[in-house]
């Protein structure tokens, strides 16, 4: 299976405006990064976002959202929300912007200065 396509789009225009802002195809889906970190992306029709470790018990107790664990092995900091999770544009937003802001704290790994 494909990733979402239209779900990726989604995730892009709320990033597109950002500074260190990219993407590629990654994990058989489409990552999204902030000066070189992963943040966030889509994979099959699932949401993936980086939120820390700090938020990651506080995620998973909320409707739609499951561990990342797409290879057998959990990482820990990371969630898969469904489709259902993120149907609403608000939705979407509320949780790229907690991404958002757990990736933006950390070291930045590449120089986006020409973005």
């Known amino acids: 299976m494909t990733y979402n396509e239209v779900a990726s789009v989604r ?3 709320l990033l597109q405006r950002r500074k260190g802002f990219s993407g590629k195809r990654m994990f058989g889906g489409f990552g999204y990064l902030l000066h ?4 966030c992306g889509i994979w099959k029709d ?5 939120i820390g470790p700090d938020a990651y018990a506080e995620m998973l107790a909320k409707p739609h959202v499951k561990k990342f664990d797409i ?4 990482m820990r900091g990371w969630v898969m929300v469904e489709a259902e999770g993120f149907q609403s544009d608000e939705d979407l937003r509320r949780l790229v912007d907690q991404a958002v802001t757990f990736t933006k704290s950390l070291p930045k790994k590449i120089s986006m200065e020409k973005q």
């Open 36 to 39: 070189g970190n992963m943040c």
């Open 11 to 13: 995730v892009y225009r």
């Open 71 to 74: 290879t057998g092995k959990e």
């Open 46 to 50: 699932y949401l993936i976002l980086r």
